[in-house]
């Protein structure tokens, strides 16, 4: 199972950023995508999620109405379009293949996470 991120960079606040990630080792469409990300200040959380056919996007509320995702199953990618950014969302975004269960989404175990893409939103 590998996935690669792309996308990152540093951005002033109220601007926007589009990553991508491409995965590759697995079926693709078989599973819910989620972005991740680690900052200074928290643990690593879930940004947003789609279901296997696009549906069921779940957000963490402070992203809501500013970031979409978005999947093209053809490609194998999941996007994460990330508009009005803000300091606070500095930080490295992972892009993992999760599983739903009970109205969430969570990384699958043994998974490894890579590198990730580094967000920097300046003041």
């Known amino acids: 199972v590998q996935v690669a991120e792309s996308g990152g960079g540093l951005v002033q606040a109220g601007g926007s950023l589009k990553l991508s990630c491409v995965g590759r080792?697995?079926?693709?469409?078989?599973?819910?995508m989620s972005w991740f990300r680690q900052t200074a200040e928290k643990e690593r959380e879930l940004v947003a999620s789609i279901g296997k056919f696009g549906d069921k996007t779940l957000y963490l509320d402070s992203v809501k109405g500013r970031f979409t995702i978005s999947r093209d199953n053809t490609k194998n990618t999941v996007s994460l379009q990330m508009n009005s950014l803000k300091p606070e969302d500095t930080g490295v975004y992972f892009c993992?293949?999760?599983?739903?269960?009970?109205?969430?989404?969570?990384?699958?175990?043994?998974?490894?996470w890579g590198q990730g893409t580094r967000v920097t939103v300046s003041s």
């Open positions: 993992m293949r999760t599983y739903y269960y009970e109205d969430y989404y969570y990384s699958l175990p043994g998974d490894y």
């Open positions: 080792g697995f079926i693709f469409r078989n599973y819910p």
